[in-house]
């Protein structure tokens, strides 16, 4: 069953930046963790699934960060709706933690699936039409690939 958990990283998901690769990576790499941890069940469950979720909570915002930088220096025109999809996905994720620890019942291997799912279709769908934007940029000529670095 645990190989139903887990994703694969493959090319199809790269949107070209490998910044923001590497951190997909990560991302798929965390909820694969997430995913496989909490199926396990048992009594530390729940403690794994909070250690996990939290530190997966802090990388998002990093990325989000990363991205909408990147999207910004580059004039990205759905920079604001993208944006707005990165703040929508955080409040909604720290709304189930924090009812989850305030004692909701909360099935950490739902959740685990719920987050995988919008991660794959947030790169196939939301970042796909900013690696287009930045392909099209490279195309012309017109982008400096300077500003897909941070730090």
Do not use: C
């Not at 305030?102 to 790169?123: D, R, S, Y």
């Amino acid at each position: 069953m645990a190989e139903k958990l887990t994703v694969k990283w493959e090319d199809a998901y790269s949107v070209g930046v490998t910044l923001i690769d590497d951190q997909h990576k990560e991302l798929i790499r965390m909820t694969n963790e997430l995913a496989l941890g909490v199926e396990k069940g048992g009594a530390d469950a729940e403690v794994f699934f909070m250690k996990v979720i939290q530190g997966a909570v802090k990388y998002v915002k990093t990325h989000f960060t990363t991205e909408e930088i990147i999207m910004e220096r580059l004039k990205f025109p759905d920079y604001l709706p993208h944006k707005k999809e990165h703040e929508n996905f955080v409040a909604e994720v720290l709304r189930d933690v924090k009812a989850f620890e305030e004692g909701k019942k909360l099935v950490p291997l739902e959740f685990a699936k719920f987050l995988q799912n919008w991660v794959l279709n947030h790169i196939a769908k939301s970042d796909k039409k900013y690696a287009a934007f930045f392909d099209e940029l490279r195309a012309r000529g017109q982008l400096d690939e300077s500003l897909l670095a941070i730090g």
